[in-house]
């Protein structure tokens, strides 16, 4: 798109929308920046932008916006069912982002990444190994962000062809993009955010719009293991790479072999590392693994470059963190894990006994599987916030005696004192809500945070 004189609605002041706003303004775009909240509840904000010719509209979305406009950027967390971006759609005025306006100017190759699961743990260590690739001379420099909180459009005016950048694409991100990353990883979709999506199938067409506009130079990376994202291989315009712990021998990709992690491509098969080196927690991080390694070499990094980026890797914030010891139970913060598959996935990545605290807002997905796990998996279930009731009329469905007591909280303050009560030497006591935190806090981040400080702040037992 010129960018010059065309005129840009962004909806919602936060990280994308400021740096695409910046970015806009940049290249002589008449930008028009709107949000609900009010001039002094984005003070801050609008001293950022300070000297950026940028038009705000506070407080309200009129329609009035739409007179001239060219094209309609919601950011991620807006609802495209609201009335100005309906009116926009009635109008043919098309949707865009801070991640298409980017793809389309990058001049570097881009790894996408998404998934119902393990996205932001998977774009970092693809980060990782494009950043030991670029030590390594093999690339220029890498740029890692997108969903994962640092939108790429800040950066690209910087970028160079022989860099690389890596990007966290989220579905509310993809449901109006129609540009694609030439390496494309789609991880996995389980159900989640059908409060937003409405439908299964309209979530599923979300995440499919990251292999629907690739072209046949481009590579696609698909989870083997996963039914719904492996059903999504007969789309792929590309090359097709797969993940998994075994591999139909004709497919390239990652695999497990004799406690190793392996690569086959057209030339052959190389061991990148023994899977001792992966000292991440949990199963489903041995996928993730498998498939950075399968998107690292899709993009050509050498596998030196993928063993680097593993190596020593512990995890991301609010992922399976360990907190402390406490009371002789380990403590783990997974605010992260937003919906009941997440909780599951948490579930299994520990074989001690558990205390489990879940809650949060309900995100209109079902707990019957979940229920059925905690059944076999956990000793005491904390549950709190909005979705304790819901958690608790799942619980009492499952048939047969269960194995864990349950308790019901308001928050997760109580939530927390509650669990100090029922932790035991040897357990586990593990944050994996199952729900998003709306109800009590802005984030999962600000969730996990207060659970840390929490944790820490519980007295030694005499």
């Not at 690339?139 to 910087?158: C, H, R, S, T, W």
């Not at 990007?167 to 449901?175: G, K």
């Not at 590309?238 to 004799?258: D, V």
Request: charged share 20%; aromatic share 6%.
């Amino acid at each position: 798109m010129e960018l010059e004189g065309t005129r840009v609605i962004i909806l919602g002041a936060a990280r994308q929308g400021t740096a695409l706003a910046r970015y806009l303004a940049n290249h002589n775009a008449q930008v028009v920046l709107t949000d609900l909240r009010t001039a002094d509840a984005l003070s801050d904000v609008r001293q950022s932008l300070a000297g950026v010719p940028v038009e705000w509209v506070l407080g309200e979305h009129p329609l009035s916006l739409l007179d001239g406009a060219d094209v309609v950027c919601p950011s991620g967390g807006v609802p495209l069912t609201i009335p100005l971006i309906q009116a926009a759609l009635s109008r043919g005025i098309p949707l865009s982002n801070d991640s298409q306006f980017f793809m389309e100017a990058a001049r570097c190759p881009v790894i996408g990444i998404t998934g119902s699961a393990g996205k932001t743990t998977t774009t970092t260590l693809i980060g990782r190994m494009a950043e030991a690739a670029a030590k390594q001379g093999a690339i220029g420099k890498a740029f890692i962000g997108g969903n994962i909180g640092y939108p790429l459009i800040a950066e690209v005016d910087q970028m160079a062809a022989n860099d690389l950048a890596v990007m966290e694409l989220s579905s509310f991100q993809l449901d109006v993009m129609t540009s694609a990353p030439n390496v494309a990883v789609l991880l996995n979709i389980t159900p989640n955010h059908l409060d937003r999506h409405g439908t299964m199938e309209a979530y599923i067409a979300a995440k499919g719009h990251i292999l629907a506009y690739q072209t046949e130079s481009d590579s696609a990376v698909l989870g083997y293991e996963d039914p719904s994202a492996w059903a999504l291989a007969s789309s792929v315009k590309g090359k097709l790479w797969a993940f998994g712990r075994e591999l139909p021998e004709e497919q390239i990709g990652t695999f497990i072999r004799q406690d190793g992690v392996w690569l086959r491509t057209e030339q052959g098969e190389t061991e990148i590392m023994p899977m001792a080196e992966i000292t991440l927690r949990g199963a489903h991080n041995v996928l993730n693994v498998l498939a950075a390694c399968a998107a690292a070499a899709a993009a050509g990094l050498p596998p030196e470059a993928m063993r680097a980026g593993v190596h020593g890797f512990g995890g991301v914030e609010h992922r399976l963190e360990f907190v402390r010891q406490w009371g002789g139970a380990a403590w783990y913060n997974d605010s992260k894990a937003t919906s009941p598959g997440m909780t599951i996935t948490a579930m299994r990545a520990f074989e001690q006994p558990l205390v489990l605290l879940v809650g949060g807002r309900d995100k209109h997905l079902p707990w019957d599987e979940f229920a059925q796990e905690a059944k076999s998996r956990v000793d005491h279930m904390v549950a709190f916030g909005e979705a304790a009731e819901i958690i608790e009329s799942a619980v009492k469905q499952v048939k047969g005696t269960s194995s864990y007591s349950l308790e019901i909280c308001a928050g997760l303050d109580q939530a927390v004192a509650a669990a100090a009560q029922q932790a035991s030497p040897g357990d586990v006591v593990l944050l994996a809500p199952g729900g998003t935190s709306f109800d009590e806090f802005s984030d999962y981040e600000a969730r996990g945070r207060r659970f840390k400080e929490l944790v820490q702040a519980l007295p030694e037992k005499e």
